[in-house]
């Protein structure tokens, strides 16, 4: 928003002082001891975005790190900004990600996520190293034990990276394939660049490869033009997939997008409709994954005290699953083993083991 906006927002929302995008917040400090009188915008494109110096570490917890792999996207999707915003893909070294990777490992840290808007197309920009190597890479890497990696491009997401996520023992069984529609139709008007069966291929050769992977996906309903028989195959796409989570959207325009160009023909009401059935859907589906866990015992990365009870704690499972559960000692950033007794649509419960 900072990088499409900039003059804009300083001069609709005065109580704005400075304007940052996302290639130059490094810079804060410099501009925090400037003169704060002066309105200052700070938007340029940087090349020199993976200088050593700089780290690209985001501190989940103290026990998981997401570490940026690339960052920007080439693919120009119908609806999306990000290409405007964020720019055209540009990767990380791959010595500077693995050196962040060992130092964090150092530091204890048991859980690694891999970051980019297409983490599927990074390539070393010195040795044109792939996604694939670098797993393979990072795999070898001592002390942490989980490695995940978001987003892929469901168009880019390779046999060779399931085969990788199957032969890679660090890492988790657990895939965000971002889908948008159930439909083919809608998929060649969002330029995604691939059709249903291509996207369900991609699925079968992942649960084939490992049959207990968790998928989550993000879905937007009320695309411009979608119709009750095109949403109905989004409806038919969940049911047959069986996403583990979802991230669910009103189409929306977004200024500068080619879909903002179209008319916005689906009734704001028929989107609201359409969302609140699919969110309904999804919450039964969860709730059947859910307490298909009932009696099993899963391996949990313990993240913290549980929000709700300040004595319990939680976590996620490999599956990126919250897991809500009580423990006689202090886990806090512990793998712990959890029976699972009971559950929610949006989480497991149950008891440390360990
Ligand atoms: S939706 Fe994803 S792949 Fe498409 S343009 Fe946006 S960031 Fe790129």
């Known amino acids: 928003m900072a990088q499409l906006y900039r003059a804009e927002l300083l001069k609709s929302k005065p109580i704005i002082d400075f304007v940052v995008g996302p290639d130059n917040y490094r810079q804060i400090p410099q501009i925090l001891a400037q003169d704060k009188k002066e309105k200052i915008v700070s938007t340029t494109w940087s090349s020199d975005w993976n200088k050593p110096s700089e780290s690209h570490v985001i501190h989940k917890s103290r026990h998981s790190a997401f570490v940026t792999i690339m960052e920007g996207c080439n693919n120009f999707c119908s609806y999306c900004i990000v290409p405007f915003t964020r720019g055209r893909e540009k990767f990380r070294p791959k010595t500077l990600i693995l050196d962040e990777i060992k130092a964090l490992s150092d530091l204890n840290y048991k859980e690694i996520i891999l970051l980019g808007q297409n983490v599927n197309s990074y390539k070393d920009p010195d040795n044109h190293f792939g996604f694939v190597e670098l797993l ?180 996620r499972n490999e599956g990126y699953q919250v897991v809500n559960f009580v423990s006689d000692k202090n886990v806090i950033g512990q793998f712990v083993i959890v029976k699972i007794t009971g559950c929610g649509s949006y989480s497991l419960h149950g008891h440390s083991l360990t």
């Open 136 to 315: 393979y890479e990072i795999n070898r890497i001592s002390g942490f034990e989980w490695l995940r990696f978001i987003t892929s491009h469901p168009r880019n997401f390779t046999e060779e990276t399931a085969f990788a996520m199957k032969e890679n023992k660090k890492i988790c069984h657990s895939l965000h394939l971002p889908v948008q529609t159930g439909s083919t139709a809608t998929l060649i008007r969002m330029k995604r660049r691939y059709t249903r069966e291509e996207y369900m291929e991609k699925v079968m050769i992942l649960r084939n490869l490992m049959p207990d992977i968790s998928l989550s996906t993000d879905i937007i309903v009320g695309y411009p033009g979608e119709t009750d028989e095109e949403y109905q195959e989004t409806l038919n796409l969940l049911k047959e997939v069986h996403y583990t989570n979802i991230f669910s959207f009103r189409y929306s325009p977004r200024p500068r997008t080619s879909s903002a160009l179209e008319e916005d023909s689906v009734a704001l009401d028929v989107k609201k409709k359409r969302l609140i059935d699919l969110q309904a859907l999804q919450k039964d589906i969860q709730l059947e994954i859910n307490r298909s866990f009932i009696g099993k015992t899963v391996k949990t990365l313990c993240l913290g005290h549980s929000k709700k009870d300040s004595t319990g704690y939680t976590g």
